[in-house]
């Protein structure tokens, strides 16, 4: 349902996980392909992870960014509906407020809803 708001009526979304290292992208991205029944996974690779699914009707493609610099991520975040930034409790929370804001204020992240 929260998905279905955000996209509105479109069958297709586009969403980018981002997070400081270790905090869980990709344990999030694995559980959301679990829920949707995938059994075998995207593309990977020791910078990101890629999975598409269909979930409640809509298709999604999910974009993990394990160990891609952020200024090296555009090609890939145009068109996000939603933006998941995944937050580690043990990293300074400046740190962490920074780098959201300056993804909330760039163009790639315009028109994405954050979760």
């Known amino acids: ?3 279905k708001k955000i996209i509105g009526k479109s ?3 586009k969403v980018t996980i981002l997070g400081s290292d ?3 992208k990709t344990t999030i991205l694995m559980y959301a392909t679990t829920r949707a029944g995938v059994s075998e996974t995207g593309t990977g690779s020791e910078v990101m992870n890629v999975e598409s699914f269909k979930l409640g ?3 999604f493609k999910c974009l993990d960014f394990a160990g891609l610099p952020k200024d090296r991520t555009k090609d890939y975040t145009k068109g996000t509906k939603c933006l998941v930034y995944v937050i580690d ?3 300074s929370i400046e740190n962490t407020r920074e780098e959201l804001r300056d993804l909330l204020v760039s163009d790639e992240f315009a028109s994405a809803t954050l979760l």
């Open 57 to 59: 009707g809509v298709k």
């Open 1 to 3: 349902y929260l998905f």
């Open 89 to 91: 409790s043990t990293k």
């Open 22 to 24: 270790q905090s869980g």
């Open 11 to 13: 069958q297709e979304a």
